[in-house]
């Protein structure tokens, strides 16, 4: 069986992402991997109940849709790309979901690009979704 694994954030576009990771499992007869990546600090220890809240309702979500699934919730210092990069090689992904939104020229240059990342050093095929 493969695996699809998944970018998600509690936003349009991680709905998005999540959904599309679905279909993809269930055409391909693989199971999905949702990685849930956080910085840590304080930021992050404010938000433990809701981020718990935010996964229940994600695990719900996989559990209605009847397809193989496993949660990897990761609070270290690195980016979302690297823990998406490293799941994808671990697990021998054979596609890798991630959701996109706009961002202004400013955000992109501040904050850098991880989506970009994730396209240029991903060990598989990735697939790019808008929310609607």
């Known amino acids: 069986m493969g695996t699809v694994v998944v970018g998600y954030v509690a936003k349009a576009e991680g709905e998005a992402a999540l959904g599309r990771a679905i279909d993809e499992a269930r055409l391909r007869g693989s199971s999905v991997v949702v990685v849930s990546s956080h910085r840590g600090?304080?930021?992050?220890?404010?938000r433990v109940a809701e981020i718990e809240a935010e996964l229940d309702a994600v695990r719900a979500r996989l559990d209605e849709a009847g397809v193989p699934f496993t949660l990897r919730q990761t609070v270290r210092g690195l980016e979302p790309a690297e823990d998406l990069i490293a799941v994808?090689?671990?697990?021998d992904a054979e596609l890798l979901v991630i959701g996109l939104r706009r961002r202004s020229p400013v955000g992109k240059l501040i904050l850098g690009s991880n989506a970009q990342r994730v396209l240029l050093d991903a060990p598989c095929p990735v697939l790019a979704v808008k929310a609607s």
């Open 41 to 46: 600090g304080q930021e992050h220890d404010g």
């Open 88 to 91: 994808a090689a671990e697990h």
